[in-house]
């Protein structure tokens, strides 16, 4: 029977529930997009980075064992090898794994469903795998499924759970990702009658009927490309005599193909590289939304803070105060919201926001003052400040410049950047702001961004967070339980406010999740009692339920784990993680393990594990509500987003900060968790996260040999390095080697260039890495071994090659670097040095002259800066007198006429902070040109 059929034709039972046929007469009453109208909305999701693809498998388990076998250990793991090459990262949702013993029926069907849930948020239409053959699963009773569970997933009641699944993954939305693979079940012909249960449902009075109308349903509902026919042949019996059945090939091509298609379609690739500072704004936007939709009871603070951007006539910032938990970002989150609903509606002001800790890289102030700069429109890719430093220096010009157009920048959580002196110091805030600029900055009080700008003069406005209010907190009680149709006695919610932890919102949020959860009713009082005070203490009772009901070592594991990563783990790193499942914790006292040294065969198993899903799914349920809001960050990457689970997780499984003796201990489960994330990410191909995470835990190991093997690598070198200045490369060289860093970084970086050239590698690629070395070469200051490289990669050029013009203007602008560098090296200006000099100045003028042959902005922009370094050098030329070949006045002209074309060039580029540096190298050459020969200092040796 079809959506259309007739009511007349229906028949209801006494329980309500109805035959096969009035359960998919109720499915096609929810339908959203009804029967008829095809879901033709082509979905293309533009990217940055990584993306997490998940796809759902759908089907009975007992009958399908053989065909999830094949998905599992073969058709999934190629499509995950394609999507790798794609930066996608493939997660397949089999909970074929069983069920513990002690799950609820709730917790069953919200596991399925929710799982889901997950697809349809990461996806936005879940990848959908459904096979089907000759049993019907399990149908739960109308009694076993709670009204919560009926009203959020639309039950229908008669349905099998794989149907429901079928319903809310594919059926209603009519969802192009889903695929149905219906076995034919000829097979069965040449399967022992005592073996036959395993592929046939025993409720033959229900059965055969429910899965002739399941077919046509989906028939009906799906083009016949997606509704694929498959056959099988029975293989034998397994040496445990269990039936054994062997899968046409068409059955992997069909899946593999169909995925890849879908996947194809829906991320394709970029032309370009998606703005990456417009996707870490979708991120804080994501976020924002998030935590502002639960502020209740801060409105006396929300208007003290629009008051603050409405009147203005203050030059500081405002500095938002409160211990953790007390609702920081929440306010923040609450006021960003309303300031940009303003605007859109007003058009006055542009609100930046950015909520440190909130998404992957937040805690990077310089990525941060990229991203503001960009988004007021001061800098492009092309004219992005290279480091910090500049980035800090650029931000406070224009925080301070009268010409900036009107902007609020709200920025959250500032203790909680990167400790470097630019964000300890904020250096980047001006001590007086532009009258069209506002800041509102959040923090905890007496921290070191706190004392830094509280010792500017004038000081910043402080709004302290204050406790919420009894009447608050009981609002915020009654509506959040009022979600979930659950509701505290008058007795039970003054025993929870009386709890003087109750004023702190984080910990009142917390609390109310765990009675949430909690199914004892006739204890209900008891555990309101026992709720722990203190935020810290509450967490780790918390931590304590999630062990009893998630999973016990594999969620320690998995908070350890996100607790000493760099910047959170991606999922598909921590199923690959959990699934060493005998070492997964540290060893007792009394054990010795060495999980390093591993056959070549274990590595490769290790490296194709996966945690069950079912067992992951436990996880992250329990951990939900403490990780970022899923998604936000596009990769699939789980982090805490509230540092008081991180310090909680400290406390009670690192056991930090109770005594000298438990801190001995801290340190070394800390080594052995940073020891086994080291191993992992040496052993991973994503390059990307390998960077991020590696040199990081080989720093917290202290294992500096190990570190200098990493920064060799030259996947990872090339990741770290920048053409102007390579700052984390050089920083994390500095800790491999303390004091000699040059000696260290020359003698490695050697070794693989002779290593390159032994093995006889291809000219081109091996004059590339002449360059690039030499180039970090001279970030370092090796200055003679930058050169000796540079003269290898000219003489490639010159005698194979055939000197192409890009890559000799590399060469000439780093032999003019190091001649140049070199001079500098002396405090003062020596007539002994006139030849060197002289070579700076023909080698640089060499540069100008190739590279003004060469086309294109991003050449135009490398001329303009090689204009400005060799402006600034023949400034010195002048200083010496110059000579019979080139002299002052000559020089002077060739050094305004460069100097004049980098400032039109950056202006064009709006570079702003190169503009600035070549504004500033014309100013220098001015002075030089009107000063005298008496007031020029020189010193000469002879």
Known sequence: MGCGASQSHIVFTDDNIGGPETSWFKVCQTLDVPKGKTNNNKLVIKRAGWKTIRIFVSSTFKDLHHEREVLVKEVFPDLRAWCEQRRLHLVDVDLRWGVPKDTTTEGTLRTCLGEIDRCYQDNVMPFFLNMTSERIGWIPLEKEVTPILVEQYRWVFGLSVTEMEIVHGAYRKDNPNSLFMMRDGSFLKNVPNDKKKTFVDERTDIAPEKLKILRKMISDRFPPSRVVKYSCVFDGLSDKGKPTLKVNESFKTVI?????????????????????????????????????????????????????VDTGGSDVPLVILGEPGTGKSSLMSKATDIAETLSREKGKWHVFYHFVGAVPGSTDLELALQRLLKELGIVTDRTMPKDLQSASQLCLSVLSNTHTKPVIVFFDALNQLDEDLEAVNCCWVPKKLSPSVRCVFSMIAGTAPHKALMKREPKPQELLISPLTIIDRKNI???????????????????????????????????????????????????????APGLLELLGQVLERFELEAGGDLVVATLCLIEVSARGLLEAELLQILADEENLMPPRVDEEKDTRERSEKQEKSLKHARLPAFKWSAIYRALRTFLRPYGDSGDGRLDFYHRSLSKAVRKKYFGEGNNQADNEDAKKRYRWWHRKLADFFWRTDNVERKVEELPYH????????????????????????NVEFSSKLLSYWNSAAGSDVSTLVSSRYLEVIRNLENEGTDETQLCFRYIRIANFFTQVGILKGALELANKAKTLEEEVLGNRPESMGKILDLTFKCHDETTKLNEFIYMSQKPLQWKVVTTGQKCVEIRKTLSGKAHKLELAHTMTRVAFAMNTWMTMGGSEDLSVLETAQISFGYIDTAIETFKEANDLGHLAEAIMTKAVLTDNRESSSEQRRVQDLY
């Open 477 to 531: 009680a009654v509506t959040v339980l009022g979600k979930f149709n659950k509701k505290l006695d008058q007795d039970q919610i003054l025993l929870l406010l009386n709890n003087s932890s109750s004023e702190n919102p984080l910990w009142l949020s917390i609390a109310l999740e765990e009675l949430r959860v909690y199914g004892e009713f006739r204890t209900l009082t008891d555990k309101v009692d026992s709720l």
């Open 698 to 721: 080989l720093i917290k190991l202290d294992e500096k040999q190990e570190l200098a093997d990493c920064l060799v690598d030259l996947r990872i070198f090339d990741e770290l390095y």
């Open 256 to 308: 593999f193909d169909f995925f890849k298609s879908r996947i194809e379609e829906q991320y394709p690739m970029p032309d370009t590289d998606i703005d990456k500072y417009q996707n870490m704004k979708e991120s804080h936007e994501a976020f924002m939304k998030n935590r502002a939709e639960n502020v209740l009871g801060r409105d006396a603070m929300l208007d003290k803070m629009k008051s603050y």
